[in-house]
């Protein structure tokens, strides 16, 4: 019998937390034909348009046995695989990473790991190129450069620096030490890619960064260091059966796109934090924070109306957050939705010895595991939450392995895209990051008309005021 993530909204509800704070659920049922609406629609996008993230977990038999030949080839050939990527072409491959491998992955001895050492670069700060460099031999390495627009400048500058590294180490050979992931039709990756002869994947055009884990954008990565691509791809499939009804109280993504939804509109509820108690699922709340914040954050409807929706996430990890966030989640403003990832049975297991035996504080301890503890923490929150009147929600794993994280990597995506749909938003641009691009591309000194302007129009901000500079 497949394992099957669950949804527990109970501590979501009016049932639970009262009318004031909770949601009843006539609500939800009032607003059945908005949610039917939102369904159909994503429903009828499927594969079309920016929903090709829908088809991947049925049309890419081909794509895997290539992505597999491809991985057992850098396996033999490379001790270590560098992603150089950002947002969407980063935040995938890291999280799946961190929750199918060891936790040390990097740190152990070769014939312990199930490929090549990884490492998933994604900022500019030159210290942290520099001490990449420090740790890696490129003379050894396969370096994967990703990015669907195959312009971003990030991207492309660590595609410099890299380019020149391997030219000085191995010469020509430095062709074999590149791989382009990026779109089949536009963007200058691509053309890079088929003048250099690099072994490319494409990123399918309907997929966007923030829905491309299960493209090759991330599974190339994770097949490399062993991970079992086609279990992801079949948790997917199977959360996708399970979402393909209507029915609001059988389809745990509307469940949750409705609860969400109604937490944020008409509750206050403006910030969503997603509380993994599991370090392997500490980076699947960094991948949900850019999927909810660069999805929902708009400021105009689809029919160009004005707006300002989405609600911000927040990243933690239960239980260590929990002595640095639970103050304000029980006692500060009543603005937030926690989402607990629980793990039922984890891959290890740590037991308590007995011991302190003079210390009742310390004693009880023993004869205990972690896998108790931890537990029993993550429930003692809930209670604390519940307590003081704030939502929460907990996703079940029964284990982390490839087939629940392919579920739950999906599930948020649909919920993301039916949330998306009942704000009546383009869930897949995100036109607010290009401002920051155009002004910081224009001082370092860009000479397009575009940047040019930007440059003019920057000039005529205030001066900053020294009184104001401490
Ligand atoms: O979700 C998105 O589309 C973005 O976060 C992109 O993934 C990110 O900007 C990187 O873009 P690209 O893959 O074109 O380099």
Known sequence: MKQEIRLDVNHMMADFLGMQYGIDRGDVDAMSAHLKRAHAVVEANRGKGMHGWMDLPYNQEKIVEKINRVAADIRAKFDTFVVLGIGGSALGPAAVQQALNHLHYNDLPKEKRNGPRLYIEDNIDPERMAALLDVIDV???CFNVISKSGGTAETMSQYLIVLDALKKAVGDDYHSHIIATTSESRGHLIKLAQKENYETFFIPEGVGGRFSELCPVGLLAAAVCGIDIQGLLDGAKAMDERCKTDEVWDNPALLDAALMYIAMQDMGMNMSVMMPYADSLKLMADWYAQLWAESLGKNVTK??????VGSTPIKTLGVTDQHSQLQL????????????????????????PHGCEEIPDVAFLGGKSHNQLIEAERMGTEYALYKSGRMSQTITLPCVNAYTVGQLLYFFELVTAYTGELLDIDTFNQPGVEESKVAAFAMLGRDTEKHNAKRDEMKTRPERKKDYIL
């Open 139 to 141: 003379s050894t390495t």
């Open 303 to 308: 029919k160009g109306m004005a707006c300002n």
């Open 329 to 352: 989640y029980t006692e500060g403003p009543y603005d937030k939705v926690i989402t607990f990832l629980k793990v039922e049975s984890f891959r290890a297991q740590t037991d308590i």
